[in-house]
């Protein structure tokens, strides 16, 4: 985990507010107050409507249904939306609340576990297609010469794992690490077309990826970046807000301390 000097910047404006998760949406839990909660709702990021954005997803999903009367179709909007929300949203905020109530680091450490696979397993998802992949990159130092770097750490969704190195020999690294540090994102809508820094086609299964910082304000924990095969299945409005979120969740996950 390093410490930045550069305090977290506008990412999150930039959505529009959008990603947001409103705290009536998510029902009964209201009335948690654990630190860790606190920190994801008022600690310079989330303020709490990308059920916006679920739902745009969820219409889109409806969209793609070739029949079907309105009402099916209504109806199929709405139990998606609560099957996203219910099913990855709210396991994972049980989970920052569970860290902070850990009464030991070896528990703590376990929950934190759970919390990245959680979260990496929920971007796929509700993020794309059913092909599309999470992973996350952990940041961390060399053991050889302590200089930096992204080291895989999990993946979901699609099967292969991924093989760039994020090091700073590396332009695909030195450009991850402007990243982070500058609290960005990268997002290449097809990598053909418009091959992103240090690219190497022929190494690669998927056309088309978004990349997010995991960090707080002044703790980068690493990146998170979803994949998916072809142009056009990740959508920078609908996606951005949510992986945001998610992002935001697994970085207090891990910074999260015991009150």
Request: charged share 20%.
């Amino acid at each position: 985990m390093w410490l930045t000097d550069k305090p977290r910047k506008g990412l999150w404006r930039g959505v529009n507010g959008a990603a947001s998760i409103s705290l009536a949406v998510l029902g009964g839990w209201a009335a948690v107050t654990h630190g860790a909660v606190r920190a994801l709702l008022v600690g310079g990021a989330v303020t709490v409507t990308g059920i916006q954005q679920i739902s745009q997803w969820a219409r889109d999903k409806a969209d793609e249904q070739a029949t079907g009367t309105a009402e099916m179709i209504a109806e199929e909007i709405r139990s998606t939306t609560n099957a996203a929300l219910s099913g990855a949203f709210m396991p994972l905020l049980r989970l920052l609340a569970k860290i902070e109530e850990a009464e030991n680091e070896t528990e703590r450490a376990k929950l934190r576990e759970a919390a990245i696979a959680s979260v990496v397993h929920a971007a796929p998802a509700v993020l794309g297609p059913d092909n599309t992949r999470a992973c996350f990159f952990v940041l961390e130092n060399d053991s050889s010469d302590g200089s930096p770097r992204l080291r895989f750490h999990t993946a979901a969704g699609r099967v292969d794992e991924p093989h760039t190195r994020f090091e700073p020999s590396t332009a695909a690294g030195r450009a991850a690490f402007g990243m982070l540090v500058k609290d960005e994102y990268t997002f290449c809508e097809d990598t053909m077309a418009s091959p992103p820094t240090g690219w190497e086609d022929h190494t690669h299964q998927y056309r088309t990826f978004l990349s997010v910082p995991v960090r707080g304000d002044l703790e980068i924990v690493g990146m998170l970046t979803v994949d998916a095969p072809s142009p056009g299945d990740l959508n920078l409005d609908r996606d951005l807000p949510i992986l945001l979120v998610l992002a935001r969740i697994l970085a207090v996950s891990q910074i999260a301390q015991s009150e």
